[in-house]
């Protein structure tokens, strides 16, 4: 008697869609995230019982209850540290954090730059919206200088913290940018994140036309997006600009903007190199304000990658060792310890 072998069906977007409503506020720049994601979740290959979503606290920290996958909405601040607990003894699942810039860099900022040194496989995705959204509109880790918000009737006098500077400085092995209305862009950045193998950090920013509408107005409409944007590619030379007339050329340590034309070519600009440390952190340094006449463009893309031995691994392999030196543990023996009396009738 043969037997048949039924070969896996494959998996569609709308196989990792739940049944839940998708509540966000009309016009959300999460919707796009969230489809982006269930886009490119079946071209992994990975069965949806090995995933896992895991976020913290804010509006963000809903993506949960959207993905037909295992998840955790946990709490403030915490979700890289469930994350790299589940990751440590399930090192086979697929694990991606889900976090926010209020979640992931104010409560939560410490957790953030430990799991990034210590390097465990997992994606994380910090959506920046530069608010604090799920609270109404508190000035957040991220928000602009001189920002006038229910917390700061006057204009917040807080530096804003730059996350991939952050990151980098982390010793994050991968770090990139893209936006909630760049779906392409955004789709290609997963896929990237998920093939890095070790800690990948992706800063999505992410419209909150309620409390925050237009805050990278700039950066994503068709009138200033060509102008105000740097995609970097690898091996490429950094050319902006809607006629792709500018170029970034580095002056020393100085990257410089430039006039492509009769005294610069394509030939002079900063190639762009993922693997260069260096020169990862004078592009996360592109942070300007766009206010300011002058400023240079934004970079997008994936700033850095390196490879670094991930600490589940390296875990694992420490065991491992202690397994084969000293042999397995007797639980019964260490719980009773060295000194143990017998007792008499």
Request: glycine letters at 8%.
């Amino acid at each position: 008697m043969s037997t048949a072998t039924i070969a896996p069906q494959a998996l569609t977007a709308k196989d990792f869609a739940t049944d839940q409503e998708v509540r966000w506020c009309p016009g959300c720049g999460d919707y796009s995230i969230l489809k982006q994601v269930q886009t490119i979740m079946p071209s992994l290959g990975i069965p949806r019982e090995n995933i896992v979503i895991v976020s913290g606290i804010g509006c963000s920290s809903r993506f949960p209850y959207y993905m037909n996958t295992y998840g955790m909405h946990s709490i403030h601040g915490r979700a890289t540290a469930i994350a790299s607990g589940l990751k440590a003894t399930r090192p086979e699942l697929s694990v991606w954090i889900v976090t926010g810039d209020g979640d992931g860099l104010s409560i939560g900022g410490n957790h953030t730059i430990h799991l990034l040194r210590r390097n465990f496989d997992v994606n994380v995705m910090l959506f920046n919206n530069q608010i604090y959204g799920l609270t109404k509109g508190q000035y957040s880790p991220t928000s602009e200088e001189n920002k006038v918000t229910k917390s700061t009737p006057f204009g917040s006098i807080d530096h804003p913290f730059n996350p991939l500077a952050l990151a980098l400085g982390a010793d994050a092995t991968f770090i990139a940018r893209s936006m909630d209305r760049d779906p392409k862009h955004l789709q290609e950045l997963l896929k990237r994140s998920h093939a890095h193998k070790g800690a990948s950090f992706l800063e999505i920013y992410q419209n909150c036309n309620i409390f925050n509408d237009g805050a990278f107005e700039i950066f994503t409409e068709k009138s200033s997006k060509a102008e105000e944007t740097l995609f970097v590619e690898q091996g490429q030379p950094m050319i902006f600009g809607a006629q792709k007339n500018k170029g970034l050329r580095l002056d020393g340590l100085k990257p410089v903007v430039v006039e492509l034309g009769s005294e610069y070519s394509a030939a002079d600009l900063w190639i762009h190199d993922e693997n260069d440390f260096y020169k990862a952190q004078l592009l996360t340094r592109l942070f300007d304000d766009p206010r300011i006449e002058g400023h240079m463009p934004r970079p997008f893309g994936v700033f850095y990658q390196t490879e670094r031995p991930t600490y589940e691994a390296v875990m694992a392999a420490q065991l491992e060792d202690a397994l084969s030196r000293k042999g397995a543990g007797d639980l019964d023996k260490l719980l009773a310890g060295n000194e143990t009396w017998t007792i008499t009738a």
